[in-house]
């Protein structure tokens, strides 16, 4: 398995509270992904990093900010969490990006509730 | 723009049946495309991927998906479910220089025993 950690596993918030996700690689790859999960919505994307302090906006950033000062860390922030930010959250990582063959390798996710 | 559709989010079968689970997608370019998995509590796990060397890619767990360019298809297929295959099913593709995967919204299989 690729080592990819995510902390915390299972996190309760309420409205309007800061919230930082972290995600975790051992493998030295240069991408890696922040992807929101919902039912009827499958995977879509929010931020994604092609290197340290480089990173893009997905799909779906609104709400959310990202950092990676190193390699192996990428920190997903919700700067005032909200109710339609209840989701599971999965870091994936890959050595090339999109446009290629690659093979995402994803965490175990994050379940996070914002009451 | 690149995207891919599963038809069927919910798809049923019999122990010992064929799986079928589809997807199409819509390219500009000729695309990388891939099918995941993901058993329940976890995260997605590759199936297999088309990367243009053949049509016909077989993948983990007797799983195989036939890239057809004329229909703009990549449907997955297994010829005897096992229980064990219960599980969430997404298509995937990337083929432009967007850096980016996009993912179909997932097909949850149940097999009846």
């Known amino acids: 398995d690729a080592g990819i950690t995510q902390s915390p596993r299972h996190k309760v918030t309420e409205t309007g509270t800061p919230v930082t996700l972290r995600c975790h690689q051992t493998e030295n790859h240069r991408y890696m992904y922040w992807y929101r999960q919902d039912p009827g919505h499958g995977l879509r994307l929010i931020h994604y990093s092609y290197g340290v302090k480089d990173t893009d906006k997905g799909e779906v950033s609104d709400g959310y900010s990202v950092s990676r000062s190193k390699t192996e860390d990428f920190l997903l922030t919700l700067e005032s969490a909200t109710s339609s930010q209840t989701s599971v959250y999965f870091c994936a990582i890959s050595e090339r990006g999109g446009g290629s063959t690659d093979t995402q390798y994803f965490g175990p996710g994050t379940r996070l509730t914002v009451l | 723009a690149q995207s891919v559709t599963q038809l069927g989010s919910h798809v049923s079968v019999s122990e010992g049946a064929l799986v079928l689970l589809r997807c199409n997608y819509s390219?500009?370019?000729?695309?990388?495309l891939f099918w995941y998995v993901q058993y329940p509590n976890q995260g997605l796990q590759l199936l297999l991927k088309?990367?243009?060397?053949?049509?016909l890619v077989k993948g983990i767990n007797d799983f195989e998906a036939e890239f057809k360019k004329s229909e703009t298809s990549f449907h997955l297929t297994k010829p005897s479910a096992h229980m064990s295959d219960a599980a969430e099913y997404f298509c995937a593709v990337s083929g432009d220089t967007g850096n980016q995967f996009y993912f179909g919204t997932g097909t949850s299989l149940t097999v009846i025993p």
């Open positions: 088309y990367t243009s060397a053949a049509t």
């Open positions: 390219s500009s370019v000729p695309p990388y």
